[in-house]
């Protein structure tokens, strides 16, 4: 388990990864290179936080589109879940699992956190903004689910 403290800062180089998607393909960070990303960390697939969360995404894909981000979301479900989550929310970009926590730890979002009063260790519900270069511009730890995407617009003046 790594230290929730090892986070990363604005400025250095966003840690490279291959996993697979809703559909049981593979997926690399480097892929999405010359093309800005945001990368966010939930906890578990439709559950009622993680589902506000990838429908506020769903909702707000061409906005971000239209500004040249691509929308990425990592969890530690099997690529099973992921498709039944896609499905039942009609989400419309890659899900990626991290089973062994392997993307989750170089990203410092798994560890102990408070969840309904009590302390846990787990995904730190967190978001990654990436620009062309793979360099992390603005990493948000601890975010919240409801409200989170809009707060996410008015930071990169998508608004």
Excluded at 45 to 68: E, H, W, Y
Aim: aromatic letters at 10%; proline letters at 5%; hydrophobic letters at 40%.
């Amino acid at each position: 388990m790594t230290d929730a403290n090892a986070r990363l800062e604005a400025g250095s180089t966003a840690p490279g990864f291959t996993l697979n998607d809703q559909n049981g393909a593979s997926v690399s960070l480097a892929d999405f290179r010359g093309q800005k990303v945001i990368l966010y960390f939930y906890p578990e697939a439709m559950t009622p936080g993680c589902v506000i969360q990838a429908c506020d995404f769903r909702d707000n894909l061409n906005s971000f589109k239209s500004a040249g981000y691509q929308v990425i979301g990592i969890s530690p479900d099997a690529p099973g879940k992921l498709k039944t989550f896609e499905h039942a929310d009609h989400l419309n970009f890659p899900l990626l699992s991290d089973p062994e926590l392997t993307v989750h730890n170089s990203y410092g979002v798994w560890g102990e956190k408070v969840s309904f009063g009590r302390n846990i260790i787990g995904v730190i519900r967190s978001t990654f903004v990436i620009d062309e270069n793979g360099v992390l511009t603005l990493p948000l730890y601890n975010v919240k689910a409801t409200g989170h995407v809009a707060m996410l617009r008015r930071m990169l003046k998508l608004d």
